[in-house]
DNA sequence: AGGCTAGGTTTCCGATAGGAACCAGCAGGT
DNA sequence: ACCTGCTGGTTCCTATCGGAAACCTAGCCT
């Protein structure tokens, strides 16, 4: 009835639901979307992202980086200077991640619409 | 050079921002994905995604319908069912879930195997 | 009456997110 | 020589989140 199979992605202990919350943090998949164009520096990627703080950067970076998705250059110059690349299996994931900033493209202003006729306590009345 | 046009999503104040910062969270992904059969049951979804408790379920389910992306059916029977659906803007985030999927069963393992390769302080090693 | 069911909420506590401030290391201005 | 600044990173501290378990409602069954 409900059609889903054994070794269902997201549904089991596997490694598609590891998968999945790899990327389900709040900074990870812009972070990768900053990166889908090219090697990029730290310094870049904060002006380009708008609203991440340094700390969280260096940390979505890290985890990406141990996770086998990004690349880490750091030259040593004075001022430093690194840069982050995907690797060939993070950049696998620009496909999937350029179809949600279609989605998003197309929809934000349906979701911006539906808080809109809703307003449920997404500001706490406090 | 970076290559990044104004209005660019993820890279701005814009409702693609916002749209991703909705499904960035540890379980909007799972349960678009359980809910993308057809109307399930809060038990069902219990069930089916093994490892979420109900509040998060309850909680993940408040914000999609305030998000304009999941319906509530309550029936007012004895013992008490509960129904969700997607909306048709919901339904909408079915096929980039669904390319998530299918990159998470393709390269799952790759991210596993990285993860082997480098064993970063993922448990600290305190 | 007491227990069962199913959805939901509350409480409590540990884990995490996130900003601000600080650190390292060297070049350049004064 | 010293102070400052540039760049990347880390530490401190707090607010929020996530999760387990208990509790709640309300009608049915035994």
Redesign the interface.
Known sequence: M???GPGD??????????????????W???VL??LS??P?RHG?LIE????ISRKMLTQTL?RL?????VRRHAYAEVPPRVEYELTP?GA??I??IH?????????????????D??P?P?THTD
């Open positions: 409900s059609g889903f992605p997201f549904l089991a202990d596997c490694p598609a639901r590891l998968a999945v919350e790899l990327i389900a943090d709040k990870t998949v812009v979307y900053g164009k090219g990029v870049e380009l992202i708008g609203g890290r980086e141990a996770h086998g998705l299996l696998t994931l496909d999937p179809m949600l900033t279609e989605w998003a493209r197309a929809n934000g202003d349906a979701v911006l619409d539906a808080i006729a809703d449920e997404v």
